[in-house]
């Protein structure tokens, strides 16, 4: 409705891009389609003057340009150009006397005696002289005009951008210099013999020579050697200047231009797509994934974009994962996380296995971002960076000396390892390079204790000095072996306790009696007695605040991991002693926590109990029942 039609299949227009490049963009209409001409009228005649330094209101030539005297010549061959521009020395913005007083030590006899010209015949700095720099052009550009239904093209020559030239200042400073400063060396040390210096110089070289106009004393040799061409400036609204615009427009646009290209390959050229088909996330090349486009990357299924999302990052947050891989839903997002990664105080970590693995094997088609100049095998690399992350998970610091006696790598081997994982704490050692996560870790217990079993599994794969090392970690979410085993009735329990403790972080007994179906036989001896462990919980009993010696039985998760799980402990312990707490108390009791303290000491307390005057209290531990 209301769309000019095309003249001929070779023109690119909005709408064909509309619908090659998405299929949901019906609250984008085209308004209008546009037929494109080329011009030459020019030729490669047509340069685009850029001032970096001039906002576009307030131009070199003024606001009145049509009365500015402009002085302009180039080098063609070299393409630059040299304006002198009239300043407007009746503005406000315009000091004479300081403009009299540069012109007039530009215009100073020189000391050595030789006669120059003078730079300012009015005694004033009243020019300003913009010299030129060639901006390469990293692909062809074009100068377009739009009007009368079509768009005009042609094609551009060069860009040059515009710098004032404050050479009078050299100029002056030249002038002031004793004659025996200014005279060339050989002068001021002449032979008194006359004798003359014979050099014998080597035949140069073909690839000498290339090297050599190459270089920028020989570019800048060529553009000072290069004679300068008057030519006249006209302004913007001169009769000249509009005769010379109107070459912009294509003379005869009756003519049609061969375009040897497909639609479908103009639009791959202006907006490179690969083809879903085309696209193996299996066989891709680190320089793909690296260069891989935003719109090739939304055609990857869900599950290869959390891949390569961790390929190039190696260490993501969930919520991060979760505004790049727009139409997966959580459950696959967790999943792809969980295949490719590992859990490291509530961040992603890619596995090493990913980094570093064998490219001669012929059954691993992963992907290897990290270009490596190691002699040390993947498998060497891989284990000696599982080390170092579990270190990081145990809450340790690791030095450069304990990790070379340890993995036997080199310091470059070691750097790879560390790469994006580890930041250097002067003094101290090497730490996790990220903050911890920890609403994804208050948001995700059940991610969280899946993951403490695949850090038992990762401890016992490392060997790094030949003998396998036992799991060995503690974890409330651990301690029951035959959970599988249990009644259907008691597992039904014990994940509506996991619930009420995500829900509420402390609950008491009633509040967990609410959760549980009624059909459940459920009371406080039997969760004691059966439900503790299995539901991954703890029991807590603190003093009541009703001024007497009452103490109330609480229930908090059991474990957030090594990582907090220390210093929660002891708060928890000074929480059932003496009630209410202050940080300065949590400090006193945990010297060697300092570190722990720092970063996860609000969290915990949040997550605990309740905050008054600097005062916190465990939830629910009221006189109220």
């Not at 993501?316 to 790049?324: G, H, I, S, T």
Request: proline content about 6%; overall charge negative.
């Amino acid at each position: 409705e209301g769309k000019k039609k095309k003249k001929n299949n070779a023109r690119y227009t909005p709408a064909m891009a509309a619908r090659a490049l998405a299929d949901d963009d019906d609250d984008d209409p085209v308004v209008e389609e546009l037929d494109v001409y080329m011009a030459t009228g020019l030729g490669d005649q047509l340069y685009l003057f850029q001032s970096p330094l001039r906002p576009a209101h307030n131009p070199y030539c003024g606001t009145s340009s049509a009365t500015m005297r402009v002085d302009s010549k180039v080098k063609p061959a070299n393409k630059a150009v040299e304006l002198r521009v009239e300043l407007e020395t009746g503005s406000d913005h315009f000091d004479p006397r300081r403009s009299s007083d540069l012109a007039h030590k530009a215009n100073a006899p020189p000391k050595d005696g030789s006669q120059r010209p003078l730079l300012f015949p009015t005694k004033q700095i009243d020019t300003l002289k913009l010299k030129s720099s060639e901006c390469p052009m990293l692909t062809p550009y074009c100068i377009g005009t739009v009007g009368n239904g079509a768009v005009h093209l042609h094609p551009l020559t060069s860009v040059l951008q515009l710098h004032p030239d404050l050479d009078y200042i050299d100029e002056a400073d030249r002038r002031q210099r004793p004659a025996a400063e200014t005279k060339p060396k050989e002068e001021a040390t002449g032979d008194p013999l006359g004798n003359l210096t014979v050099k014998v110089m080597k035949a140069e070289s073909e690839r000498a020579a290339a090297a050599r106009k190459r270089s920028h004393a020989f570019i800048q040799q060529q553009r000072d050697e290069e004679p300068w061409t008057e030519i006249e400036y006209f302004h913007s609204d001169h009769d000249e200047t509009h005769n010379t615009r109107r070459a912009l427009l294509c003379e005869d646009p009756a003519t049609t231009v061969d375009f040897p290209m497909s639609q479908a390959a103009y639009l791959h050229a202006l907006h490179p797509m690969t083809a879903q088909s085309q696209i193996d996330p299996e066989q891709t090349t680190s320089s793909q994934v690296a260069s891989m486009s935003l719109d090739d990357f939304q055609l990857l299924p869900p599950i290869d974009q959390v891949k390569f999302i961790l390929l190039q990052a190696q260490v993501v947050r969930y919520n991060d994962v979760v505004r790049l891989v727009k139409k997966a839903k959580p459950g696959i997002l967790l999943d792809a996380l969980q295949q490719h990664a590992v859990l490291l105080e509530g961040n992603w970590v890619v596995k090493s296995k990913l980094l570093f693995h064998n490219e001669a094997e012929e059954d691993s088609q992963l992907v290897n971002p990290l270009k490596t100049s190691s002699f040390a095998s993947p498998e060497a690399l891989a284990r000696a960076r599982d080390y170092l992350l579990y270190q990081f998970y145990d809450g340790q610091v690791v030095t450069r000396k304990q990790l070379i006696e340890k993995t036997k790598l080199t310091p470059q081997d070691l750097r790879d390892v560390l790469n994006k994982v580890a930041w250097l704490d002067v003094g101290r050692g090497w730490k996790f390079a990220h903050d911890a996560d920890n609403d994804f870790i208050l948001q995700q217990p059940a991610i969280v204790s899946s993951q403490v079993e695949a850090w038992g599994r990762l401890k016992a794969s490392v060997s790094l000095d030949g003998n396998r090392r036992a799991s060995g970690l503690h974890s409330p979410m651990m301690a029951s072996p035959h959970l599988a085993k249990r009644d259907p009735k008691l597992k039904e329990i014990d994940m509506s306790l996991r619930d009420a403790i995500a829900k509420h972080n402390v609950c008491t007994f009633d509040m967990l009696q609410q959760f549980v179906p009624q059909d459940c036989i459920f009371s406080e001896q039997s969760l004691k007695e059966e439900h503790l462990g299995p539901a991954g919980l703890r029991e807590v009993t603190v003093p009541v605040k009703d001024g007497g010696t009452s103490r109330r039985t609480l229930y908090v998760k059991a474990s957030h991991g090594p990582e907090i799980d220390q210093l929660r402990n002891a708060i928890l312990g000074l929480f059932e002693k003496e009630g209410t707490i202050r940080k300065n108390n949590v400090t006193s009791a945990c010297p060697k926590l300092e570190h722990q303290i720092d970063r996860f000491y609000t969290t915990i307390m949040k997550e605990l109990a309740e905050s008054s005057g600097g005062a916190w209290t465990m939830k629910h531990s009221t006189a109220k029942p």
